[in-house]
């Protein structure tokens, strides 16, 4: 009999929760109207949305009308960095952003680079966290945007947004506060007015809901230039006729993910720290990766020393398991991660990572598997290695 295959990938995507996809289902098929029509199929569908839309503004504290609907969190990075960036050029041309962002953000701040705009990525400590005081430092008379991300996705470190919103503030108050919240919207409480930004980026797939779905948080008063022009939709924000379905869907995980998360948090926390406990004290030359306390609670990331992440993978799946690392083969080299080079790790600790990160569905049988397993797969291949040198 085959074992049962385990899931600890969760920060890449999670699985639709079966109720997410019941509140979808009407969406898909008898309720079908497209939203701008003004007929009773058009009027069902815009009341789904704007139930949808206000349930969200509630579970994350804004106004209905300061959420966008997107195609998911890179379109949300996206439209916040280039829409801030387009529409502010008059008083300014200067970014701040993390070396640790995700691509979304990173990627887009070359290309404003190329549009002639001048980006400050700020470094980070040895856990991943940037100070408030560095980046209200890096804020000048130019600067129109600051992005720093809520949590990491590679090393789940989760960065001290409210307090960096205040001391930009405090130094510039025109200045716009942008976070990408993939991570942690669904997973650990999120309250924009806490937090005090100016734009918030969140993605449906990562708190059990659909793919291709997300919102941007848009504080009432900042302006954007749309990146997608056509029909008007989203009040001229972001055009193309809405993923009704998906809109719902995402409203009833966010609300699920929520409503679960008293008892989902401390649970997740604990296996993950069983976890953490059980690999350091099992295998040796291993390092934990991110911040020890201030991190999201259902991730762990670890580096070893003399392997590769991706053999680790390989491995781990040959055996039911699917994690991450860091690291990804690109033209027949292996690329470290930014994120973990950032931290100050050498080529050897940051090719060597393996993420795991946990969710709805894990057990404790899943992480005793694991915990039973890792440590003959790393010794296996460390001894592969050793007897490859010589
Ligand atoms: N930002 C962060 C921090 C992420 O982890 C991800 C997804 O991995 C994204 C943005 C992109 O989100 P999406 O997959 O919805 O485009």
Redesign the pocket.
């Given at each position: 009999m085959t074992e049962e295959r385990i899931y600890l990938d969760y920060?890449?995507?999670t699985p639709l929760d079966p109720r997410v996809l019941e509140a979808m289902m009407p969406y898909m098929t008898e309720h079908f109207g497209n939203p701008n029509s003004i007929h009773s199929f058009g009027r069902e569908a815009r009341r789904a949305i704007d139930e949808a839309r206000e349930k969200i503004a509630q579970l994350l504290n804004c106004q209905p009308s300061e959420i966008v609907f997107t195609?998911?969190?890179?379109?949300?990075?996206n439209l916040a960095l280039r829409g801030v960036a387009e529409a502010y050029r008059h008083k300014g041309n200067h970014i701040v952003t993390t070396a640790i962002?995700?691509h979304?953000?990173l990627r887009t701040c070359k290309a404003l680079e190329d549009m002639g705009f001048f980006v400050t990525y700020l470094p980070v400590d040895e856990h991943g966290l940037v100070s408030p005081e560095q980046v209200a430092e890096a804020v000048n008379e130019r600067t129109i945007l600051v992005s720093v991300?809520h949590?990491?996705?590679e090393i789940g470190t989760i960065e001290p947004i409210a307090e960096i919103v205040r001391a930009v503030k405090e130094k510039r108050p025109d200045t716009i506060v942008h976070t990408?919240a993939?991570?942690t919207v669904g997973h650990i409480p999120v309250d924009i007015q806490e937090l005090g930004v100016d734009l918030l980026?969140f993605?449906?797939?990562?708190f059990y809901g659909p793919?291709?779905i997300?919102g941007l948080f848009v504080r009432k008063g900042v302006r954007l230039v749309p990146q997608i022009t056509g029909g008007g939709q989203e009040r001229n924000r972001r055009s193309g006729t809405e993923n009704v379905a998906a809109i719902v869907g995402m409203a009833k995980a966010l609300e699920l993910a929520v409503e679960e998360m008293p008892t989902e948090l401390p649970r997740l926390q604990a296996l993950r720290d069983e976890l953490i406990t059980g690999v350091l004290s099992r295998i040796p030359e291993t390092r934990l990766n991110g911040h020890p306390t201030l991190r999201l609670p259902h991730n762990a990331n670890f580096s070893f020393r003399g392997i590769e992440g991706e053999a680790l993978l390989l491995q781990l799946d040959l055996n039911g398991i699917a994690a991450s690392s860091g690291s990804a083969c690109s033209s027949g080299s292996l690329e470290p991660s930014h994120v973990l080079l950032a931290l100050g790790l050498d080529y050897e600790l940051a090719i060597g990572s393996l993420r795991i990160t946990l969710g709805r569905f894990t057990t404790r049988e899943h992480i005793l598997r694991l915990l039973d397993l890792l440590p003959k797969v790393v010794e296996k291949l460390r001894a592969l290695r050793g007897s490859l040198r010589v």
């Amino acid at each position: 009999m085959t074992e049962e295959r385990i899931y600890l990938d969760y920060a890449a995507t999670t699985p639709l929760d079966p109720r997410v996809l019941e509140a979808m289902m009407p969406y898909m098929t008898e309720h079908f109207g497209n939203p701008n029509s003004i007929h009773s199929f058009g009027r069902e569908a815009r009341r789904a949305i704007d139930e949808a839309r206000e349930k969200i503004a509630q579970l994350l504290n804004c106004q209905p009308s300061e959420i966008v609907f997107t195609s998911g969190g890179t379109e949300s990075d996206n439209l916040a960095l280039r829409g801030v960036a387009e529409a502010y050029r008059h008083k300014g041309n200067h970014i701040v952003t993390t070396a640790i962002e995700h691509h979304a953000v990173l990627r887009t701040c070359k290309a404003l680079e190329d549009m002639g705009f001048f980006v400050t990525y700020l470094p980070v400590d040895e856990h991943g966290l940037v100070s408030p005081e560095q980046v209200a430092e890096a804020v000048n008379e130019r600067t129109i945007l600051v992005s720093v991300m809520h949590a990491n996705n590679e090393i789940g470190t989760i960065e001290p947004i409210a307090e960096i919103v205040r001391a930009v503030k405090e130094k510039r108050p025109d200045t716009i506060v942008h976070t990408d919240a993939v991570q942690t919207v669904g997973h650990i409480p999120v309250d924009i007015q806490e937090l005090g930004v100016d734009l918030l980026s969140f993605s449906a797939h990562k708190f059990y809901g659909p793919k291709g779905i997300g919102g941007l948080f848009v504080r009432k008063g900042v302006r954007l230039v749309p990146q997608i022009t056509g029909g008007g939709q989203e009040r001229n924000r972001r055009s193309g006729t809405e993923n009704v379905a998906a809109i719902v869907g995402m409203a009833k995980a966010l609300e699920l993910a929520v409503e679960e998360m008293p008892t989902e948090l401390p649970r997740l926390q604990a296996l993950r720290d069983e976890l953490i406990t059980g690999v350091l004290s099992r295998i040796p030359e291993t390092r934990l990766n991110g911040h020890p306390t201030l991190r999201l609670p259902h991730n762990a990331n670890f580096s070893f020393r003399g392997i590769e992440g991706e053999a680790l993978l390989l491995q781990l799946d040959l055996n039911g398991i699917a994690a991450s690392s860091g690291s990804a083969c690109s033209s027949g080299s292996l690329e470290p991660s930014h994120v973990l080079l950032a931290l100050g790790l050498d080529y050897e600790l940051a090719i060597g990572s393996l993420r795991i990160t946990l969710g709805r569905f894990t057990t404790r049988e899943h992480i005793l598997r694991l915990l039973d397993l890792l440590p003959k797969v790393v010794e296996k291949l460390r001894a592969l290695r050793g007897s490859l040198r010589v």
